[in-house]
């Protein structure tokens, strides 16, 4: 399976980016899959996570009430809508599976400026 993830960028604090993950293969619905970012020196996190279905989310404290999980099973993509950005948001966000099992793509840059 390969993961491809675009729709980062530059944007002010405040601001709001919606980042795309369009995942190969035909077994996407089956797995829960989830957004991470590794900031700069810092360990890889799990922002957020949705269930198969999309019946359920779940998102860390950091991002609560700012970030949006969903996908689209029949288009093979799952979205990060992320409003209210912070500069503590800088990072490069990847999607996998949760828990991950697939090889890390090469994921998309968003950068928070103040």
């Known amino acids: 399976v390969q993961l491809v993830e675009s729709g980062g960028g530059l944007v002010q604090a405040g601001g709001s980016l919606r980042l795309s993950c369009v995942a190969s293969g035909s077994t996407f619905s089956i797995y829960a899959m989830g957004w991470y970012r590794q900031a700069p020196e810092k360990r890889r996190e799990l922002v957020a996570y949705?269930?198969?279905?999309?019946?359920?989310?779940n998102y860390a404290d950091a991002v609560k009430g700012r970030f949006t999980i969903s996908r689209d099973n029949a288009k093979n993509t799952m979205y990060l809508q992320m409003n209210s950005l912070k500069p503590e948001d800088t990072a490069v966000y990847y999607c996998?599976?949760?828990?991950?099992?697939?090889?890390w793509g090469q994921g998309t840059q968003v950068t928070v400026s103040s």
């Open positions: 996998n599976t949760h828990p991950f099992i697939y090889q």
């Open positions: 949705i269930t198969g279905g999309g019946g359920s989310t």
